[in-house]
């Protein structure tokens, strides 16, 4: 029913500032009753991280920074959704405007600097859905103008712990200053170690994903996989927005705003880097594939790359809440096509490929 409706309110979303737009969507979902988790084709599921999920589609942190509209998106269809990113102490972000849409590129540029109500609001919310079906997972960050950022980040997952399936350690946001020098192998073993053992000790049960970013050369990742590898981490979330800014974007003069860019010029590195890390972690560690997916191609192509899930956020700004359902539809009909028992068979095939 949402999904229908979208054509005849994108004009009125779109003639407003992205970020206003994005305010009225929160609100319109959050007069809807929650929804239920998808009920898929077999053919979909994955089983990953411990648990079933009943499609590999899910909505990727930013769309509800603030946790309060989890199982309305769980309605429309998504196999898990990804909410915040969540900081420990409430933090306005960056100066508005701070989101622009690329039209013609179908992208766009955020500079949010992870606004966020804080940790207490967050888990109070997620306190409220405890029991509900669904997974739900919780992207967590530093503060901006924190002096222990890696202790940040542990007092995230002590408290966001046992309320939801997964937490994504976001080490790679290029919106918040020094947040990405995370990323190093000293700092991102450090800050590892300390997030799993705050989860060991108070939600075991609950998986740490590492999100990192699509601007790293392939030594480099060479050091970030092997750090989560020794820290244990259970997924890669491959990958978050970009700085760079492809020469062929059409929307020249917005391309000049600074912060990170997302939607379709993104997917080809993010695929690229996708590829490159299931070539280095095989089965031993689950990736879940961002940037860029678009269209059920875009999503499969992600699978083919090597990832056990897939994400997606911009392409929602342009084709609406169907293109989940759509998604859905076009994945079993390339399972029926190439043969395969299921959509995780055919995962990892062309990633040599890919990776080139």
């Known amino acids: 029913m949402i999904g229908a409706l979208f ?17 009225v969507t929160l609100q319109a979902l959050r007069v809807l009753p929650p929804g239920r988790p998808a009920s898929d084709d077999p053919r979909l599921a994955v ?32 196999g898990f959704v990804e909410l915040g990113g969540v900081v420990p102490e409430p933090q306005a972000g960056n ?40 997974i739900v997972g919780v992207n967590i960050g530093a503060n901006k103008d924190s002096g222990d950022r890696l202790a940040d980040y542990a007092r995230c997952v002590r408290e966001l712990g046992g309320l939801v399936d997964f937490l994504t350690v976001n080490v790679s946001s290029p919106n918040t200053p020094g947040l990405r020098d995370l990323q190093g192998e000293a700092f991102l073993d450090d800050l590892l170690a300390r997030a799993v053992e705050a989860r060991d000790a108070t939600a075991p049960g609950t998986a740490i994903l590492l999100k990192i970013a699509p601007d790293i050369d392939l030594p480099f990742l060479d050091a970030l996989v092997e750090v989560a590898l020794r820290r244990r981490v259970d997924a890669l979330v491959v ?56 269209s059920g191609e875009a999503a499969f192509t992600k699978i083919l790359a090597g990832a056990s899930l897939v994400q997606l956020y911009t392409a929602l700004v342009y084709e609406g809440p169907g293109l989940v359902a759509a998604i859905k539809r076009d994945l079993l009909r390339r399972v029926a096509a190439e043969g395969a028992p299921s959509l995780m068979a055919l995962r990892g095939r062309d990633a040599a490929a890919l990776a080139a």
Request: aromatic share 4%; proline share 9%; net charge positive.
């Open 7 to 23: 054509p005849l309110v994108r004009p009125v979303l779109h003639g407003l500032d992205p970020e206003t737009a994005h305010g």
């Open 47 to 78: 089983e990953v991280l411990g648990r079933r999920f009943p499609n590999p589609v899910g909505l990727a942190a930013g769309f509800d920074k603030q946790c309060e509209v989890p199982d309305q998106l769980l309605g429309v269809g998504f």
């Open 95 to 134: 100066p508005r405007p701070r989101v622009f849409r690329l039209t013609r590129d179908r992208a766009i540029i955020n500079r949010f600097g992870l606004n966020s109500d804080g940790l207490a609001a967050a888990r109070a919310r997620l306190e409220r859905r405890r029991g509900r079906p669904g």
């Open 239 to 294: 990958a978050n927005t970009t700085v760079a800014r492809p020469a062929t974007l059409a929307e020249a003069a917005l391309a000049r705003e600074t912060g990170g860019l997302s939607g379709r010029p993104l997917f080809a590195p993010s695929t690229r880097l996708l590829a490159q890390a299931y070539l280095r972690v095989g089965d031993r560690l689950p990736l879940v594939g961002v940037g860029g997916v678009d």
